[in-house]
């Protein structure tokens, strides 16, 4: 059956439609008319117009293209919407807002006084893994995806989280580096193994473990979050079945995997961005860190 029987609305979100592009018009307003307003700024870079432009384009089609709506149909989608919102479209926002904006919002009293500590590595880590494992409860998840102020606040916060975890690993402001060189690589192994457990849970699980996929007048209930009541009143469903051949223990193990492989290839890019940016540094400074090296060694020898 097709997906077009859901509707426009449902299809292509244009509210999602208007707030991206009223956030991209702000955007340029801000980093490029606005721009003598600042007290310290620079010309907006094409790359960061990209990154961030990219972030955007990533956020509609994930929560406002069918894709969104084919996520309340398949967990395979879902999974892959997850992967995208949460480990690839934060670092590109977060490249894509130029150091001078970040600057200043850092420096706004209340976000001095949280964001030092909500982005310590060790706790954004924590914290994050932990809430989207805790999501994939599917006792939780289905409970989660029955109450759309619920679904909508969950996913706000796993998505800060997300932002809190990058933190550590985009530099917004070079001269605040959180963490340097091999750290940083370290850090994303971390993640990485951090979140195998869910993905593995998910993964090797022997039958479907959530209601929203294969109870169907629960998934009715869920697919209200991206349809109207009244759309959905109006037609005839049993479930999502209707929707794929797949059956629904096969279409959740998918999910784990794709899951998993789209988090190895963004974490791999950039591990090799951060390897060929310390072994570069390392290559320019190697007179200066031998000598810093020696000095610290004649310092421990005279104590």
Not at 93 to 102: A, E, R, S, T
Request: proline share 5%; glycine share 4%; hydrophobic share 55%.
């Amino acid at each position: 059956m097709p997906i077009s029987i859901f509707g426009f609305q449902a299809l292509w979100s244009p509210v999602m439609i208007g707030l991206v592009v009223c956030i991209a018009i702000l955007y340029f307003l801000i980093t490029v008319k606005w721009r003598s307003d600042f007290k310290v700024s620079e010309p907006l870079k094409r790359k960061e117009a990209v990154y961030f432009l990219t972030s955007l384009v990533l956020l509609y089609i994930v929560k406002g293209s069918p894709i969104d709506l084919m996520a309340h149909i398949m967990f395979s989608v879902h999974m892959t919407q997850m992967a995208l919102l949460l480990l690839l479209v934060p670092p590109l926002l977060m490249k894509g807002i130029p150091w001078w904006v970040w600057k200043v919002v850092l420096e706004l009293p209340v976000i001095r006084k949280v964001l030092p500590f909500v982005t310590k590595p060790l706790l954004a880590l924590i914290v994050f893994t932990g809430l989207f494992s805790f999501y994939h409860i599917p006792l939780i998840f289905d409970y989660i995806k029955m109450n759309e102020v619920l679904h909508g606040t969950y996913t706000f916060l796993l998505f800060l989280s997300a932002i809190f975890m990058w933190w550590s690993i985009v530099d917004v402001v070079e001269s605040e580096k959180k963490l340097h060189g091999l750290k940083k690589i370290g850090y994303i192994i971390a993640s990485a193994v951090l979140i195998t457990p869910a993905c593995a849970l998910i993964i090797f699980s022997g039958h479907a473990m959530y209601e929203t996929y294969t109870n169907g007048d629960v998934w009715l209930k869920a697919m209200e979050l991206c349809v109207p009541a009244s759309t959905l009143a109006g037609l005839s469903l049993s479930g999502p079945e209707l929707f794929s051949n797949m059956a629904p223990v096969e279409d959740q193990q998918l999910g784990g995997i794709i899951m998993k492989v789209i988090q190895e290839i963004i974490y791999a890019a950039f591990l090799f961005s951060i390897f060929f940016k310390w072994f570069k540094n390392e290559q320019d400074n190697a007179d200066e860190i031998t000598q810093k090296a020696l000095d610290d060694l004649k310092l421990q020898a005279k104590l």
